[in-house]
């Protein structure tokens, strides 16, 4: 009978085999992500075997109702007899395609079709008819790192709004060593590439969690990133770990993660109770009882109108409105940040009312008001930072010697190696022993002219002036020569080094300053060489105008990095760095081709051109006689400038070291240099300014260790 009812109603049919069929689904709780693959046994969402639903969306297919069958009569003692002796299976209807409104002859008073999503159905074309075997396990290579995932944790949040206070300022090295060389150093916000994007990512995490409720991130099966397909409807939300769910069909694998609208709520709140907190610090006075009090009055009034649970409830039904607490949000906010805050602080109140019900807000906007509101709270906990840190710079210049040699002994714990300081034992040796072997008095302008011989001079003065030669031999000569063969980009400097533990041990806090240094030090040595070039070439003196003039056009050609033509002649360590020598190669003989155009009045002949270029292919690269030569005479050179700027360092009647005055340091020094480089005055000056600075500041804190006796390995 059902066979004829379902020839004559089409809407009433008996279903057959091919409803029956459905991809196995594999689920796994993911307990830990800390690994690259994640596996797990199968597990099932059904008492039935799993079985994959019949769309991209993973809805359901609502299973038919058992139809119920009246018996036409009673049953017969025989037929008793016989019923007790066998078993009779009845199989429960599969599921199908449809809807009990359907079977039952009731007409839905909806619109026909979907109310979401396509017309198009895609049970034929995408999902295999056959049986499945699932197996008992699967493996996924999901990066829990990957930047597909966004964070669970808001961008701004309590950890990283921690790095502001003031005891991780005054405990950090290398933030209190920044500080001496940068006077007007200020925290700003951070905006990289990478933390835009995350930033991003979890925010529209956030709207299409608040829009749908979906938490899903979905993954190919080689771990790549793939279009999401939502399992949100058979994967329940988890409360901690994310959920693996595996289709062998469509060859992806989700991840259901925990909700993030509750892990947000309670950082905003944390966060703003966080920024309001009064100041206090080592060198300020505590706060006054009437600040505490009303800081306790604001708390307790802000926990009673942000509940985070109550809200997370309301968004759930709906029926949570978020103009009236960011209105007391301003109002809290705008009584602590700077007046320059109250325009952002008014846009975001103004925002959130238009969430209000009979509003045009979306949930978007909502989401916007709040991100809003933590941009703000940023720059107030920036501002209160940068407050503190112009307050206490006067304590932090007086105490940085002590407190930087303080840091260094507790990184350097006795049971390891770096307690014997040999790499700074024999940096500062070497250049002991090469002031020892010089063969002529240092030159001072406050000094008579060999007053500075070095063998006859004290230790401690010995000590003092074999740091400034060290540092400076830091900068000409860096300890990993293999560093500056690399080519690097057209924006990145040179030297990169990668290997900083080459360098002393006394100098961690400087390494990157010191590479710096050391491609000024390149460059000079190139625009040295070209200027030479230039000499070179001409039959008559060159005035001094025409000298400035050819240097900054060869700055012009050559960019800011003229030390790049030193390694333009080597051969590239990969495929990679090929255009960018090909690049430097042509700027080095475009800058060439000019020096014989000024050097020859405008005249250029073909063969002078071959002649230049050759003398620079020869001599201006790495490891050249001549450019050995003149970087040594360079470096002669901006010693002698560095010790007229830093010596002498101590007091001549007391013996102390002097202070740091790094607010007039600076003073121009009376140069003297060799012929040739006149024209180099300016660039010298200002790195031996720079190397100055850095040995004040470095001697300050680590020259009573260096003056400890047997230190010097003579």
Not at 94 to 105: F, V
Not at 312 to 336: C, K, M, N, W, Y
């Amino acid at each position: 009978m059902d066979d004829v009812a379902a020839h004559l109603n089409p809407r009433k049919r008996k279903a057959v085999d091919d409803d029956v069929d459905q991809d196995p689904l594999l689920v796994q709780v993911a307990d830990s992500l800390s690994g690259e693959t994640a596996s797990a046994s199968v597990a099932s969402w059904f008492p039935t075997p799993p079985a994959w639903p019949t769309s991209l969306a993973f809805r359901p297919n609502p299973q038919k109702r058992a139809r119920l069958q009246k018996l036409a009569h009673r049953a017969s003692p025989m037929s008793r007899r016989h019923s007790s002796k066998r078993t009779c299976v009845i199989r429960s209807p599969p599921p199908r395609l449809g809807t009990d409104l359907e079977d039952i002859g009731i007409v839905s008073t909806t619109d026909p079709g979907p109310a979401s999503g396509s017309l198009l159905r895609l049970r034929d074309a995408v999902f295999d008819k056959s049986p499945v075997s699932p197996p008992s396990t699967f493996s996924v290579p999901i990066d829990p790192n990957s930047t597909h995932i966004p964070p669970l944790q808001p961008p701004i949040n309590r950890h990283t709004l921690k790095e502001l206070d003031l005891d991780v300022i005054i405990r950090n090295p290398q933030l209190r060593h920044d500080l001496l060389f940068d006077p007007g150093l200020q925290f700003r916000p951070t905006s990289t590439r990478r933390k835009t994007e995350r930033a991003e990512k979890y925010w529209v995490a956030v709207t299409c969690e608040l829009e749908s409720g979906c938490t899903c991130v979905s993954f190919d099966v080689h771990g790549k990133p793939h279009p999401t397909v939502c399992a949100c409807a058979h994967v329940s939300t988890p409360s901690s770990n994310p959920i693996i769910a595996f289709s062998p069909t469509l060859n992806v694998a989700t991840l259901r993660m925990p909700s993030r609208v509750r892990i947000l709520l309670e950082e905003f709140l944390q966060v703003i109770l966080l920024v309001i907190q009064p100041m206090s610090g080592c060198v300020q006075a505590p706060p006054s009882q009437d600040r505490r009090e009303e800081h306790c009055v604001q708390t307790e009034y802000l926990r009673s109108v942000f509940d985070p649970a109550l809200i997370e409830q309301e968004l759930a039904h709906g029926v949570f409105d978020p103009s009236s607490l960011f209105r007391a949000i301003g109002l809290t906010l705008q009584g602590h940040c700077a007046p320059m805050r109250d325009q952002a602080v008014e846009m975001m109140v103004q925002l959130a009312q238009s969430c209000s019900p009979g509003g045009n807000g979306t949930k978007a906007d909502a989401v916007k008001a709040v991100r809003m509101c933590m941009d703000i709270l940023e720059l107030m906990k920036l501002d209160i930072a940068n407050h503190q840190l112009q307050t206490l710079r006067p304590f932090l210049l007086r105490t940085s010697g002590q407190f930087e040699f303080w840091s260094f002994t507790q990184r350097s714990s006795p049971s390891s190696e770096r307690c014997c300081f040999q790499k700074t034992r024999r940096w500062l040796t070497s250049a002991h022993e090469t002031l020892m072997t010089r063969s002529t008095p240092i030159a001072h302008p406050l000094y008579p002219p060999n007053y500075l011989c070095y063998p006859t001079l004290q230790r401690n003065q010995q000590v003092y002036l074999a740091v400034l030669k060290g540092l400076t031999d830091l900068a000409f000569t860096p300890p990993s020569p293999a560093t500056l063969t690399q080519l690097p980009t057209s924006h990145a400097p040179i030297p990169a080094s990668k290997a900083p533990a080459e360098y002393p041990e006394t100098v961690y806090l400087d390494t990157s300053r010191i590479l710096l240094l050391s491609t000024d030090a390149v460059d000079l040595s190139a625009l040295y060489m070209f200027l030479l070039l230039h000499r070179q070439l001409g039959s008559r003196a060159h005035p001094t105008a025409e000298v400035l003039r050819i240097k900054q056009e060869i700055r012009d050609i050559g960019s800011s990095r003229l030390g790049y033509a030193f390694y333009c002649e080597s051969p590239p360590e990969s495929e990679v760095d090929t255009d960018e020598l090909l690049k430097w190669k042509n700027l080095k003989e475009s800058v060439v081709l000019q020096i014989v155009r000024r050097a020859k009045n405008e005249t250029v002949d073909g063969a002078v051109v071959r002649l230049a270029q050759d003398w620079a292919s020869h001599n201006i690269r790495h490891g050249s006689t001549l450019g050995d030569m003149l970087r040594i005479r360079l470096r002669d050179a901006v010693f002698s400038a560095v010790v007229s700027l830093a010596y002498p360092g101590r007091d001549a009647t007391s013996g102390c070291l002097s202070s740091i005055d790094l607010a007039t340091f600076g003073r121009t020094a009376d140069l003297t240099l060799p012929s040739g480089m006149e024209a180099l005055e300016e660039e010298i000056g200002s790195l031996a300014e720079h190397i100055a600075r850095l040995a004040l500041i470095h001697v300050n804190a680590y020259l009573p260790l260096y003056e400890t006796e047997d230190f010097l390995q003579v």
